[in-house]
Structures are given as structure tokens and as C-alpha cells.
């Protein structure tokens, strides 16, 4: 199974549970000058190239962001820990930061953080090791479960099961960093299944954006947890990652930027980078419309980084 698997290009891959966040959740105590703590959603996962970034800038990305998630409960964790003074970056997916929910993964991660035994903390060393050896290993896309909920059932009546994401459709590093695979970036075929997933969800979610009262409220809530952080001496700057195709039309007439991002900016009083408002960034293209190839997430870090120094982000 291992030699199929090689032979038709699998890539070893680490699976991202709450083992894989706490051990990073464990390093945002490093100096503020040696390291800066990236949450968010899939985007920042996929289009910061750690060893890109870690290789110009020196410092330690240490990459918290969980995928289909709010990042709002980690941040909020991050301010409420007196030991952390450290710089954040923080990812903004309209939809899901300014949801109010989609926070079970950051939620189950910092339970298990909190909670983890020395048995689990043996037990990650000895995945680790042999993940990094075996792609059959592959949680995500390999395991039987895996397998069996990639079978076509129909849905029925009132019950909707989801099929899954293509089996080539991203790998996971032991840093956390996603990437897409070779075949996800250059197979439009593939591509087209993730971009109908997307628009699946879209159209499930009957929720309607965040306004008013309650949009004020996010806003205010967001505020209090980032000023606790910057009045430790910590740092906390936004970024608006590329999305491009239907995703980015419908996030932006969803979520527009006047009424969200730069009021979040006015709100919060910390500076923001949004990649439509940089030449380098704003006409990169998503593959699947909502995360850049490996190729580009490096060309993204690049001017990212540049972007930061002018800001004085040290």
C-alpha cells in the first residue's frame, strides 16, 4: 500500500489535530524578537510559506490558524495569557471571522492543550516520528474512515453528508504550514470540485452576515482582547490573504471592505495589509478561488514581509 501510494505521488503528510496545535501552542512564550504567532483561518495556513519567511526575516512563525475556523477564541486565549507578549498576526476570512460561531476546532484544540496527559504528549513524539516516514499514515485522506466518506452516497431528505475534499487536494507539514499538491495547482479538473464544494457551502449557510448591534459588538469584543496584548507590549497587525474567482465577488458583496475590514481597523486602531491594496498582491490567483499555490504562497510572503517593514513591523 505504501509503494501505490509513492508511486502515485502521495507525500507524506502530518495529521493536524489538537496534538499537532498544542505542541506550537506551547512556543508563543519565545521572545517577541525571535518569533511571531499567525492565527486565522485555511488561508494563512496555505499562503505563508514558513520557510520562506523564516529564512528572510529570521523569526520563528509559529502557525496557530485552524482551517473552516474562527480565530476570535484564540485570540482571545492569547490576551487572557499574562505570558504572552509576543507579535500576532491575525488572518481575516470574512465569512468566518465575522460569523460569531465556526469555532469547534479552536476550541477543541485549546481543551486538549490544557488537559493533555504525559501519555498524549508520548503518544504525539512517537506519531510524529513515524508520520514523517509513512505516507499510508495519512489521516486525512488515506484512513478507511477517510476512504468511506469519500463514497457518493446520496443525501436524503433533511440529511446532508459531506463527501469530503479531493484526496489531492492539500498536505499538512510538521510546522502546520497546508500546501496545495502539484496536482491540486495544476489540475483544473480538481480545482473545480473544491470551487463547487465552496459554493455548496455558501449557499447551506443561511445565515446572513453580521450587523449592526451585533457587528459592533464583534467589533468592541475584538478591541478588548487585542488592546490586552499590545498593553503587555505585544504586537497585532491584520491581514486580508488573496481570494480570487466567485469567492472573492461573493465575500466581497457579502462582507463589504468599507463596512468590515476598515471599520475593524478603525475600531481596533492597529494597522491592517488587505492584498487589493498592494500592486504585488492583488491580482494573485487562487486555484481553487480561496488559497494560492505553493509557488505563489512564497511570492506572497515575499512582498508580505516587504509590506510589513514598511509598516515599522520589526
Avoid at 502557525?63 to 486565549?77: D, M, T
Avoid at 488572518?91 to 471571522?97: G, R, Y
Avoid at 498582491?281 to 478561488?289: E, G, Q, S, V
Wanted: charged share 25%.
Amino acid at each position: 500500500w505504501e509503494l501505490f501510494l509513492r508511486s502515485n505521488g502521495y507525500e507524506t503528510t502530518y495529521y493536524d489535530d489538537p496534538a499537532l496545535w498544542s505542541d506550537k501552542r506551547a512556543m508563543v512564550y519565545e521572545p517577541s524578537n525571535e518569533a511571531t504567532v499567525f492565527i486565522g483561518s485555511s488561508r494563512i495556513k496555505f499562503d505563508l510559506d514558513i520557510p520562506t519567511w523564516e529564512a528572510i526575516t529570521g523569526d520563528h512563525a509559529i502557525q496557530l490558524a485552524c482551517v473552516g475556523s474562527n480565530p476570535i477564541p484564540i485570540l482571545h486565549n492569547l490576551a487572557d495569557d499574562e505570558k504572552f507578549k509576543g507579535k500576532m498576526v491575525i488572518d481575516v476570512t470574512e465569512p468566518l471571522f465575522f460569523s460569531g460561531g465556526a469555532d469547534e476546532r479552536p476550541v477543541a484544540n485549546m481543551k486538549y492543550y490544557k488537559e493533555q496527559t504525559p501519555a498524549q504528549r508520548v503518544g504525539f513524539q512517537i506519531n510524529r516520528v513515524l508520520e514523517s516516514q509513512f505516507v499510508f499514515l495519512d489521516h486525512e485522506w488515506l484512513s478507511l474512515g477517510a476512504k468511506l466518506d469519500m463514497i457518493p452516497l446520496p443525501n436524503r431528505p433533511g440529511v446532508f453528508k459531506f463527501s469530503g475534499f479531493p484526496s489531492d487536494f492539500g498536505r499538512v507539514k510538521f510546522n502546520r504550514q497546508e500546501y496545495l499538491t502539484n496536482k491540486m495547482a495544476g489540475d483544473t479538473s480538481i480545482q473545480n470540485i473544491v470551487k463547487n464544494i465552496w459554493a455548496s457551502f455558501a449557499q447551506a449557510n443561511k445565515k446572513p452576515p453580521a450587523s449592526e448591534t451585533k457587528l459592533d459588538s464583534m467589533m468592541q469584543d475584538v478591541k478588548k482582547a487585542v488592546d490586552k496584548i499590545t498593553a503587555r507590549g505585544g504586537e497585532v497587525i491584520f491581514v486580508r490573504t488573496p481570494s480570487s474567482g466567485r469567492m472573492n465577488v461573493g465575500e466581497n458583496k457579502g462582507f463589504p471592505k468599507e463596512k468590515y475590514w476598515d471599520v475593524l481597523l478603525a475600531v481596533t486602531q492597529k494597522q491592517g495589509i488587505y492584498f487589493k491594496d498592494y500592486p504585488a498582491l492583488a491580482n494573485m490567483i487562487c486555484p481553487d478561488d480561496s488559497h494560492l499555490s505553493l509557488a505563489d504562497a512564497k511570492v506572497f510572503t515575499i512582498n508580505f514581509i516587504e509590506i510589513l517593514k514598511e509598516k515599522g513591523w520589526k
